[in-house]
DNA sequence: ACAAATAATTGACTTTATCAACGGTTAATG
DNA sequence: CATTAACCGTTGATAAAGTCAATTATTTGT
């Protein structure tokens, strides 16, 4: 008991120097908030998202992903990948083939419509990046994506 | 030109190999993923989502938060965190306190049933945490958290 | 005292996410 | 082989999250 909190001192520093300034999963998803509001209104000039990017960031580099590839690669639902691969190919910047391998796959490649929307969609994003990394020192900067690396691909 | 590429070599190291592996935006949205899917089924054992594990943090340690400072510091529209605070305020868990300084304003306190449930629930939380960490080096954790918080907070 | 700004709330609406089911194809089994 | 089981993409239904404008109660500035 002894409730004698003043009722100002939300005040000065506020929350971040609560018990979730220090969790690694609020830090994380705080980040992303802020990481994807910015790409996607960066990338919005060219029509995407930072889903759409990525997938064309794929077909674009020619890996030749499959959608179920795709799915887990971004993780998403395979269904919402038919979704977003519909939405790009009727922009005729990516197409599907289906894999000569096994017949029941798609795999995705880009245009060269695709190649060059992607060219300088890569630009704003990589704008959209540097000015995310603004408040970390450059030292740390590969540091710090070797370090994602390991959450976003623990293997 | 030289399109000599085997039909299968989608193959081997797979997609992390591409330029998406070293976009920070994309790392960033994947290890959020990750952790988001792995937090949400962790704390779902508790009633709670990483969204109401955070506002029930927040009110949890006496930070006297108000809608308005979750909203912003959870990157959230204010409208989602009143449907937030009705969950946790039904089951009661916190309570809302009209601000004595603003009357416009609520005030959010966790009731003592707040507390323990989310004592529990940080343990849940943290176990995720170290889970997620598992692949990291222990010696680079507290970096890692330190280069997230400029992410978070580029202030 | 009045006008403008702000906190929370509601409601309409769009976008994302989640899941089960289906047709076509391939892999595994007997 | 001939089925059976598994798998890929797709669709459709449904739920959850996100976005936005409008409203009420209160506060701030003038």
New interface residues.
Partial sequence: MSPA?K????GRG???D????????????????????A?NTALAQHGLK?RSY?VL??A???????QR??AE???LDPSQVVALVDGLEERQLIERQT???DRRAN?LVATEAGRDLFAQA?ES?RD??LG?????PPK?HE???E?????????
Same sequence: chains 1, 2.
């Fill in positions: 909190e009722t100002r001192p939300t506020s929350l971040r609560s018990v979730l300034g220090e969790d690694l999963i609020f830090l994380l998803a705080r980040a992303n908030a802020l990481a994807l509001a790409a930072a990525s960031a794929l674009a580099d020619g890996v030749r992903p499959t590839e795709l690669f971004l993780r894999d000569p391998a795999v890569q994003a959209v990046e995310l990394l603004a408040t970390v740390e540091r710090l994506a370090l994602l690396r390991l959450l976003a691909f623990p293997d």
